[in-house]
């Protein structure tokens, strides 16, 4: 398995993952969630892709990524035993982090027809044993079996591009990245920008790895 994000994602100790998970939730307007036993960190771009991020009180972490343009989308579908097979392989202590739980706007809910069972849904499940991370099973052998793209369908390489794995993540650098694809019309416009990601990062400074 060969993809430079995931390779940089894998190189990333975990408390830098976090950090940045922490600073993307905040810059989207997400309100982290404590669930038993997790916390929940998410980003989203208000056009239906996420990714939501549960870091385990036992220093394990959850990934769910989304696309709802990708033909991983399954609660288009609304394939239930599809989506739970993407978790085959993941431990039942973390996949219960979103199993029967409440939805919300990143991880709608889809039903088991027959016991009425509800799982969060997601085109990209990957996990953190502590010591490094794994994609499910069953999201690898879909992908074999359908020739499907495993980073790119699950919208695993267009949720995490803004989490900078792999390179510098300041908001000196964030406000580069974005100047560089026009988003700010001017140098005012930039340095304001600027200013505001400055006081986001320093929200998080005590996420930052020792």
Not at 53 to 77: I, K, P, Q, V
Not at 186 to 193: H, L, Q, R, W
Request: glycine residues 8%; proline residues 4%; charged residues 30%.
């Amino acid at each position: 398995m060969s993809n430079a994000m995931w390779d940089a994602l894998a190189a990333t100790p975990l408390p830098e993952v976090r950090r940045r998970a922490a600073v993307m939730d905040d810059l989207a307007g997400v309100a982290p969630v404590t669930v038993p036993g997790a916390h929940r960190l998410a980003w989203n771009d208000r056009g239906g892709q996420s990714a939501v991020w549960y870091f385990a009180e036992d220093g394990r972490a959850l990934l769910l990524t989304f696309d709802h343009e990708s033909d991983l989308n399954l609660y288009a579908e609304e394939d239930y035993d599809l989506q739970e097979s993407f978790y085959k392989g993941v431990p039942e202590s973390l996949v219960t982090l979103v199993r029967d739980r409440p939805e919300n706007y990143e991880s709608l809910n889809l039903t088991d027809p027959g016991t009425g069972r509800t799982i969060h849904y997601a085109g990209g499940v990957f996990w953190y044993d502590g010591t490094r991370w794994h994609v499910s099973d069953g999201l690898t052998e879909y992908c074999e079996d359908e020739d499907a793209d495993l980073f790119a369908d699950s919208g695993f390489g267009y949720c995490l591009d803004s989490y900078r794995f792999g390179q510098d993540f300041t908001p000196e650098a964030v406000v580069k990245a974005r100047s560089e694809d026009g988003l700010y019309e001017d140098e005012e416009e930039k340095e304001a920008a600027l200013l505001t990601l400055r006081e986001v990062f320093a929200r998080h400074d005590h996420d930052a790895p020792l």
